[in-house]
């Protein structure tokens, strides 16, 4: 338990919804599944537009005695175990989500019995809980809408449609009101999806949700496009949701309410735009805050996805800018930087956010070179603890003070005060931060491209006392450092660093969570100082 100063920082930003939100929840002592006493709906539409995307990639499963999600196995004896816990609260969620059953190993019977068992075997419990109702509820209504997906027997058919209807009853009941942030937005989005794609009652009361999900859509992405938790991988599974709509509402024409498939594509076409800032040349996201890769779909996918819908990107204005969310994308000769200047966001639930103030990402030739730590659990721990740190990002520890007061898995009480202050587009940006912990000490930095390379200029306007400067590389990368120059072979050409004379530099090992569940050492080049007002950095290749 946080200290009684930490925890008031902490529920000092909390909305009048998430208080009421978390007493209703202790009343009521979690979530009481509640029975649909209608008959059973039917479907609306016999299949989406265009296919939807396949299950996510760390997902593998042939049977019912094994699966594997966020690279953690558990072997199951004589069916899935629904109580289980042996795989993390993240896996448990996966497991009742029931993605992993739109697996293409899977044959169409096998799924139904997952199904089935689950229907059975399940009554209450976590796999009720908001979240994975929601996303189970897309899961669920997709096999039911892909052609072959599961066996056209009627009488199975409307025991799954049967049970959607007292899931779609029991989330209506249970918002996650008292998170609010995506859990809340999927929560919406499950509502409307199955208000679609369901006739009959329940159809009718899940799509009467369609408002406040347009309203919630337009709180959390901005003009910018950019979900406003400033992390590539939510706002990418965000994306593919919000596209299935899309793709419902497309296949059933005047379904929808009067201009709602309208603002939706507006509001996709926005969402893609911004999702190209966050890619790197190798066609994966950048690892921002809670960012892990292989669990959201590629961009390239969500991108062909919203095509085949009509939906083209509409980028942000300027280019290469994120205003809102606080990121800028410079990109010159084959350097492609992505960097940040934004506070932990949204400021009522900042659960993903880290301490990542003014870091940044680099590809050279379309390979990674500098990146984030990335994410491997969300429980509490060293791993955790270490990929939301200040020292886990490509910027600068000051007085050894984190620039949030970051506790438990996802709860942060100070908080930095963070802006961009000038920005070139394509050129330049400049931001400035003062941590929650050294508030008279204001950091500015400023990367700027060059004909060949680029810089970083970092000025304090009071001296620091100690300063640690973070440069952490792409795992496989293998630095050769002098005194205070580095050069890293890149293949065919080799990056050379000027790095700040300021400090005294070494090469530490360090993790790196590229993936959910998966640990990589990689080297970290850190530079350690002492009043220290002005630092420079130059990046250039070199044959």
């Known amino acids: 338990m946080a200290r009684l100063p930490t925890l008031i920082r902490t529920l000092w930003y909390l909305r009048p919804e998430q208080w009421t939100g978390q007493v209703r929840r202790a009343l009521r002592h979690g979530v009481v599944p509640l029975a649909f006493d209608g008959p059973a709906p039917t479907l609306a539409l016999a299949e989406p537009k265009t296919p939807f995307l396949g299950a996510p990639g760390h997902v593998y499963a042939e049977d019912l005695d094994m699966l594997r999600m966020i690279n953690r196995e558990v072997v199951f004896e004589g069916g899935i175990d629904w109580t289980t816990d042996k795989g993390g609260p993240l896996w448990t969620y ?8 739109r697996s293409v190993r899977l044959d169409p019977e096998t799924r139904l019995a997952a199904i089935g068992e689950w229907i059975a075997h399940h009554p209450s419990g976590v796999g009720w809980d908001a979240g994975p109702t929601s996303l189970r509820l897309f899961a669920w209504l997709k096999l039911l809408l892909a052609p072959g997906a599961l066996p056209a027997e009627a009488a199975s058919r409307e025991q799954v449609l049967g049970s959607i209807a007292d899931q779609v009853k029991t989330l209506a009941a249970n918002l996650e009101t008292h998170l609010l942030g995506n ?26 949700h369609h408002t406040r999900l347009l309203a919630e859509l337009d709180e ?23 596209l299935d709509l899309v793709n419902v509402l497309a296949a059933t024409p005047g379904r929808g309410p009067v201009g709602f498939e309208d603002g939706l594509r507006t509001r996709a076409a926005r969402m893609v735009g911004a999702l190209q800032v966050w890619t790197h040349p190798d066609g994966d996201v950048a690892q921002f805050g809670d960012t892990a890769l292989d669990f959201a779909p590629r961009p390239s996918q969500l991108v062909a996805y919203a095509g085949a819908l009509g939906i083209e990107p509409a980028n942000p204005e300027p280019p290469g800018v ?16 992505l960097a940040t200047a934004g506070v932990p966001s949204p400021t009522y639930q900042p659960g993903h956010a880290h301490s990542d103030a003014l870091s940044f990402e680099l590809s050279i030739d379309g390979r990674r070179v500098v990146t984030d730590t990335g994410v491997f659990e969300y429980v509490p721990g060293d791993r955790r603890q270490i990929a939301r740190s ?6 600068v520890v000051i007085e050894e003070k984190e620039q949030s007061e970051l506790w438990a898995a996802h709860r942060i009480g100070g908080r930095p005060d963070v802006a961009w202050t000038q920005i070139e587009p394509g050129r330049s940006a400049t931001g400035v931060c003062a ?8 950091h500015k930095r400023t990367f700027a491209l060059e004909d060949d390379g680029f810089t970083i200029e970092d000025r304090f306007d009071v001296a620091a006392k100690s300063v640690v400067m973070v440069l952490p590389l792409a795992p496989g990368l293998d630095p050769d450092l002098e005194g205070s120059r580095v050069r890293v072979p890149l293949g065919a050409a ?3 660093i000027e ?3 300021e400090a005294e530099w070494e090469v530490v090992s360090a993790p790196a969570y590229p993936e959910f569940g998966k640990e990589v050492e990689r080297d970290v080049l850190v530079g350690r100082g002492s009043d220290v007002v002005a630092a420079s950095w130059k990046f250039a290749l070199e044959a």
């Open 494 to 496: 080799t990056l050379r």
């Open 94 to 101: 996966q497991l009742h989500q029931f993605d992993w059953a």
């Open 435 to 442: 941590g929650w912990a050294t508030p008279e000490v204001l």
């Open 499 to 501: 790095l700040p004379k």
């Open 220 to 242: 959390q992405f901005g003009a910018d496009g950019a979900h406003y938790e400033r992390s590539p991988m939510y706002h990418a599974l965000l994306l593919e949701n919000v």
């Open 183 to 208: 859990h809340y937005l999927w929560n919406l989005l499950a509502l409307v999806f199955a208000g679609i794609v369901l006739d009959g009652e329940t159809g009718q009361r899940a799509l009467a």
């Open 390 to 395: 200040t020292a886990a990002h490509a910027t």
């Open 322 to 337: 994120l205003r809102q969310a606080g990121f800028v994308r410079l990109e010159k000769d084959g350097f492609v930087l």
